[in-house]
């Protein structure tokens, strides 16, 4: 069995600026600056056989190159337990045709569809038992925060192996997209 998920990867300038953001909110597990990328789905763990179908599904997903821009803070969770810290992402219709794109071929190769509404973002923490204050002063001050233009041109399957110390992310295979009409 192996543990997949599809993203985007970030140029190491880009998660070298999300890495400074990192600092300053007690109960915190900071993402390590390798593993920043932005998520286009999340797939499990899958046997042998299902992963092969999928790196060939993926195959076939080739829409055009586009630029997204990195924009503001957020936080997931509710009520007193916020559970993530993250970077978001300008809205941008290629983003969400890749994300559908991409869905599509998963469906396809029999995988369930993704129940959760896409919400483009970066993790840059998860955190635990972590001051609500604490929270709010770290989206006050970086609320501004942005980054951009970044060029998409290409997408990734991950392999995830979890480990006590954080998880482990491969790159298992790129999928270039086509290049940009002029």
């Known amino acids: 069995m192996v543990r997949l998920f599809v993203g985007v990867e970030l140029p190491e300038d880009v998660r070298e600026r999300l890495a400074s953001l990192c600092a300053g ?10 593993n920043m990328h932005l998520t286009l789905r999340f797939i499990g763990e899958v046997d042998g056989h299902e992963a092969d179908d999928i790196y060939h599904a993926l195959a076939a997903v080739r829409p055009r190159t586009f630029d997204i821009s990195l924009t503001g803070v957020g936080h997931f969770g509710n009520g007193d337990e916020v559970r993530a810290l993250w970077v978001g992402v300008e809205r941008n219709a290629e983003l969400v045709a890749l994300r559908d794109r991409v ?18 973002h970066v993790t840059l923490a998860r955190l635990r038992d972590t001051p609500l204050h604490r929270v709010s002063a770290f989206l006050c001050h970086n609320s501004l925060f942005r980054a951009g233009p970044i060029t998409v041109d290409h997408f990734t399957l991950f392999s995830s192996f979890l480990q006590g110390s954080g998880p482990i992310y491969t790159a298992e295979a790129d999928y270039l997209l086509q290049p940009a009409t002029v």
């Open 103 to 120: 869905e599509s071929a998963l469906v396809r190769v029999g995988l369930p569809p993704e129940g959760r509404r896409f919400t483009p």
């Open 25 to 34: 909110v007690p109960g915190a597990r900071w993402v390590s600056p390798e």
